[in-house]
Each structure stands twice: as C-alpha cells, then as structure tokens.
C-alpha cells in the first residue's frame, strides 16, 4: 500500500489558464473522491468515480471543471479558465468499497495546492 | 443535507493531559457513519476513529474514544494523554450509511489543536 499520490503538489497559475491535476488512488481501490478544501475550511465533495464511471458531481463543479477516470486506474481534474476563486487545495481520496453498506475509510492523497494570480 | 458544526475552532492541551473536541450534527436518517479525521500541517488527513450510528457502544482507537449522543446528535473526541504528534487540524465528518449521499463526506470547518510541551 503506497497510499494515494497526487501531482503536482503545488501549482501557480495565471487567471485564464488550464490546469490539470493527477491522482493516482491505491490500486485496488474502486473508489476515487475529489474534494476542494479552502482555507479555514473542512473538505467539500466534488466527485466520485466507481473505476471509470463517475457516478456524481457537486453543484461545486461549475462547467470549467472536468474529471476523468480513463481504465479505473488514474484520474485528473481540469480546470479551464482559471480564476482566482479556484485557488485551493484539491484533494484526492480512494476507497475500497464491497457491498450496498458503503463504510470503507477513505485514504486521502497529500492534496495539489493552487494558487490563481 | 446534513451539516456538521465544530464550534472550537482552536483548542490547546497540556502533553500528557486529556482534551475534548466537539462536534455536532443535523439529519434526518437513523442510519449513518460518523469520522473523526486529523489532518497535520502539510500532509495527509488520515482516519483517526469511527463510529457507525447503529451501534451504541462508543468506539475507541487506543488514546482516542468518541462520546456519541445519537439524541443529542453529538459526537465529541477524546484524546487521552497527549503527545506533541497530535497537533493538527481534526475535522469531523458524516456519511450517510445508504443511498444517495452515502458516497460523499460532509465536513465541518476543523479544531486546531496545540499540544504545549
């Protein structure tokens, strides 16, 4: 268990620019959770992917935002047309779910810092 | 929707002493799971203790215990003899147990704990 890895760890963009943001979950896991956490506050859930599918997103996620799953393995989440009201910390967590009693921990990444300038 | 309130937003404790951190929140279900996760300066949140609400018996991860008060819908974390590595952000959390909303976490603002040498 090499627990969840996110790339980059800090990113420093410009208003009006795309960034993309890579999670590697734990590989067995089939869950894999964005959350966006500002400061002084607690996390706040983007999406969910069950392997490929992404089964839900958050008002949160205006139309600028995209998040893929491509094979179940790795996800990225794009942001295009930066603004500043996106700097944040974006976080990544998986989870090993079996069963309809969905109570597997969730294992949270380190998180990609992004600063919009 | 479910809410989730810490309302210390910064607490301090004695190495060695015991602290309490608070955590209420609002549903309608009976059927849910409660989190305490911590999150130190710079890295990853990491599960600290659960409780599933159906359960009456407090949880307990060795220095750490949970008083849950369903009626109440209070969920309070104790931290017994602390040392210096407890110092972090903890954040409380909810998880619905089925259907929709069981897939996402809902978070409160956090409790700064300081751990005085």
């Known amino acids: 268990d090499t627990g969840v890895s996110q790339n980059p760890r800090h990113k420093i963009t410009k208003r009006g620019q795309n960034v993309t943001f890579r999670c590697d979950p734990i590989?067995?896991?089939?869950?894999l959770y964005w959350y966006r956490q500002t400061l002084g506050q607690g996390p706040e859930f983007l999406t969910y992917?069950?392997?490929?599918?992404?089964?839900?997103k958050s008002r949160l996620l205006s139309d600028r935002f995209s998040a893929e799953r491509p094979k179940g393995s790795f996800s990225t989440l794009e942001i295009q047309r930066t603004e500043q009201g996106d700097s944040a910390m974006y976080l990544c967590?998986?989870?090993?779910?079996?069963?309809?009693?969905?109570?597997?921990?969730?294992?949270f990444g380190n998180g990609t810092r992004l600063t919009v300038t | 929707a479910q809410t989730v309130t810490q309302s210390q937003p910064e607490m301090s404790v004695q190495e060695a002493e015991t602290v309490t951190l608070s955590c209420t929140y609002d549903?309608?279900?009976?059927?849910?799971?409660l989190f305490w996760y911590k999150q130190p300066p710079s890295r990853q949140m990491i599960l600290v203790i659960r409780q599933e609400a159906y359960k009456q018996q407090n949880a307990t991860e060795n220095r750490f215990s949970v008083n849950f008060q369903k009626a109440a819908k209070s969920f309070s974390l104790k931290i017994s003899d602390s040392q210096l590595g407890d110092a972090a952000m903890y954040f409380c959390a909810y998880r619905s147990a089925i259907g929709a909303g069981s897939y996402q976490l809902t978070f409160g603002k956090g409790t700064k704990l300081s751990v005085i040498p």
């Open positions: 967590a998986s989870s090993l779910e079996q069963g309809a009693k969905l109570n597997s921990p969730l294992h």
């Open positions: 992917f069950q392997n490929e599918a992404q089964l839900e």
């Open positions: 549903t309608s279900e009976s059927d849910y799971y």
């Open positions: 590989s067995e896991h089939n869950r």
